[in-house]
Structures are given as structure tokens and as C-alpha cells.
């Protein structure tokens, strides 16, 4: 008998979990792979598409190169999923029936109830939203002086608002444009809840590059022009991006899986309350003990390929694996420079610093993103990436 498997979302869970079972599954089980653009996009390094547009070739991977031949590729919406009848739903195509389903469709973007922040706010969760904020600032800066220069407001100041907040102030040194830029964060620090030798390398890069940071005071309403705060004055802005949170996405509002906030909660082995239906990365909430694993890029790239294994294994009815996320450190850009913290080196190897900067730092982070690119494409297509990363 056939079984039939079918992967949702093409991000990092989604496409490592698909070069996974790639390799794993016999010749007896069809591979479907669903998702909503027919391209990988290297995700943690979308912000800088906010500098420059052209660097989204770098970034970007046809789903061609990642599938093999044998695999079939729908690109559709996912609209819900029907555990019973044991189908995925789409917008626009036939449902998909699946023997075994793995849900990583990512996670959309949380607005936490604050009157007016999703009707007047762009995000970052996409090579559109990207090019959307690009757009933005580049209008807005056209339509501004030295006088009265185009106020950019980025309200989150853990990773995507850092980077994308230097992003910004690249862009505005490269065009000499009149832009002031501002990063609101509601707890006392930026990269809350992080080391604060780490968090204070970043204030200091954010600084030097002219970001101006509010701290310790919650955005209460956004409008067409400004935000306010609890206990601060309004701040105007004639661009507002939000990074302060997630939450899973609306197809998996009414599926019949125990979550929370739309995220699938699963065991270790990354199986659901339906042992047919796998979750993995932003979509879900994987059970590591004390704490779930992160909503990182990190742990999705971790987890993917246990994930596909297991897929695998269940198919065989052999036993499953339980992964453990291992932490391997932090690296941020703040537009071409970078700051390192805590990482974890090869074996034998150990690093004089916890945190660093410079050249080191920087390269890394290329580094990272290409092992990346190299490992669903070739290490030819991360050396064409390099300068982009």
C-alpha cells in the first residue's frame, strides 16, 4: 500500500523536513509538498531586502532546486486541516488527502490587542513584507527634508527589529536620506530577556548607528500618524513597522489538535494529539521539559530533520526519536555589522569571549546562512549568495 505524506510550508522546518524524508522514504510513499510561494526564502536574512531589493535573488530558492523530481509540489493557501477525513484544505485546489501530515506553515504576526497597531503597521514574515517596508521608507524619505525628516518607527526591539532597524539606517547613510529612526521595545531592554553584555553591544551598535531606543513604556493605540504609549508621549511616524510577537496562523484555527494561540502543542518527538500529524518549527509548541523550544530559525533547522526521520520511522512502525534543542548561540546583524553571543563552537574548541563583534562576528553570520543554503541547494549556490548574506 501507498502511504501518502504531505509537508506544509516551505520555511526552514518545512524544507529541511522535506530534504529529509527525501532521503528516507522508499519508493512506496507519494511526497506532497503544499505551500504558498514556490520559493524558500532564507528568512533571518530578509531585512536586508529592506536596504536593497535586488539581494532577494540571494535569498530566495526555487522550490526546483530543493524537491526531487519525484516530489510533488501544489502551490495553495492551506485553509484548514480535517484530522477525521484525514485531508488538507486549500483555497484554490482539491483537498489533499495525507496518511501521515507534517504541519509547518510558520507563524503570522501578533498585534496582542492594541487598538489600531495591525491596520496601521507593516511586518516582516516575508520577501513581500520586505519589499513592502522598503517601499515605504524609500517614499517616505522622497516626501521628507532635513527640517522635517521621515519618522520610521519599529515597535519590537528583539531580532527582527533590531535588523530590521539596521537595515533602515543603512539605507538611509547609502541615499543620504532624511530619515530619523526610532526602535520601541515595552520591557526595559532591547533583545529582552537575553545576556546583558549581549544586549548592550547591540544598544551600542544601534546607537552609533543614530537609532534612537524606547524602553519600559508599552504601545497602548496605533493611528494613521502616531503611537501611543502608556505612560509617554504620542510618537509620530510616517512609517510603523511591528515585530513584537507571534502566533500561529489561521488555518490551524479550528483543527482539532490541542494547541495554543493556533500553535500545535507536540511531544519531543514532534507527534501531535492525532498520531498522524506531525508539527514542527513556529507552527508548533514542542515539549523540551521546563520550557518549549524557541520560535528560532535555529531550532527549526535542529528539529526538521528529526522530524522527517520520525515521519519515516512511523511509517515503518519503528520507534520514534525525541530531539532535544541544543542553543548553539546568537548572531545579529545591525546592518553590515554584527554582534556573536554565546556560541558554540566545534568540540575542543573554546572562545575567550562571550560576546564579540567585528569581522568575526559578521563573518559568521554569513557563515550560518550559507551552511544553510548549502544544505537544500549546493555550496556553489551559497558562494553566489555570500556577498548578499
Known amino acids: 500500500m501507498t502511504e501518502n505524506v504531505v509537508v506544509l510550508g516551505a520555511g526552514y522546518a518545512g524544507t529541511g523536513a522535506i530534504k529529509k524524508l527525501q532521503s528516507e522514504l522508499g519508493g512506496n510513499v507519494r511526497l506532497t509538498w503544499i505551500a504558498d510561494v514556490d520559493y524558500h526564502l532564507v528568512l533571518h536574512e530578509s531585512h536586508r531586502v529592506i536596504r536593497d531589493p535586488s539581494v532577494r535573488s540571494d535569498i530566495t530558492f526555487p522550490v526546483d532546486q530543493i524537491a526531487d ?33 507534517l504541519v509547518a506553515l510558520g507563524s503570522q504576526t501578533a498585534y496582542y490587542g492594541i487598538p489600531g497597531l495591525e491596520d496601521h503597521s507593516l511586518t516582516l ?9 522598503h517601499d515605504a521608507v524609500k517614499e517616505a524619505s522622497q516626501d521628507a527634508t532635513r527640517s522635517e525628516p521621515a519618522q520610521v518607527v519599529i515597535g519590537g526591539a528583539g531580532l527582527s527589529g533590531i535588523q530590521t532597524a539596521g537595515e533602515i539606517a543603512e539605507f538611509r547613510d547609502q541615499h543620504r536620506a532624511p530619515i530619523e529612526i526610532h526602535l520601541v521595545e515595552a520591557l526595559e531592554e532591547i533583545f529582552p530577556g537575553n545576556d546583558p553584555e549581549c544586549q548592550q553591544a547591540l544598544r551600542d551598535l544601534l546607537e552609533e548607528a543614530g537609532v ?50 493556533n500553535r500545535v502543542t507536540t511531544r519531543a518527538n514532534f507527534q501531535t494529539t492525532n498520531e498522524r500529524v506531525f508539527a514542527v518549527g513556529d507552527s508548533a509548541i ?53 554582534i556573536a553571543h554565546d556560541v558554540k563552537p566545534a568540540k575542543g574548541i573554546s572562545l575567550p569571549v562571550d ?28 558562494r553566489k549568495s555570500w556577498s548578499s548574506l
Open 286 to 338: 514542542i515539549d523540551q521539559g521546563d520550557q518549549p523550544a524557541p520560535p528560532t530559525a535555529q531550532a527549526a533547522w535542529q528539529a526538521a530533520e528529526v522530524a522527517g526521520e520520525n515521519i519515516a520511522r512511523a511509517i515503518a512502525n519503528r520507534p520514534l526519536k525525541t530531539w532535544e534543542h541544543e542553543d548553539k548561540g546568537t548572531v545579529i546583524s545591525v546592518g553590515d555589522k554584527a
Open 69 to 101: 523530481p519525484a516530489t510533488r509540489f501544489i502551490q495553495d493557501e492551506v485553509t484548514g486541516l480535517d484530522v477525521d477525513e484525514q485531508v488538507v484544505e486549500l483555497a484554490d485546489s482539491e483537498d489533499v488527502e495525507y496518511d501521515y501530515v
Open 212 to 261: 534612537r531606543i524606547h524602553t519600559d513604556d508599552p504601545i497602548t493605540e496605533a493611528t494613521a500618524d502616531h503611537i501611543e504609549f502608556d505612560e509617554g508621549e504620542p510618537l509620530e511616524h510616517d512609517v510603523l513597522v511591528w515585530t513584537g510577537g507571534i502566533t500561529g496562523r489561521d488555518a490551524m484555527d479550528d483543527v482539532d489538535l490541542e494547541n495554543e494561540h
Open 355 to 382: 560576546t564579540f563583534g567585528g569581522l568575526p562576528a559578521e563573518n559568521l553570520k554569513k557563515l550560518i546562512a550559507a551552511r544553510w543554503i548549502a544544505d537544500i541547494t549546493s555550496w556553489n549556490e551559497a
Open 125 to 133: 514574515k516575508s520577501l513581500d513584507d520586505a519589499l513592502e517596508i
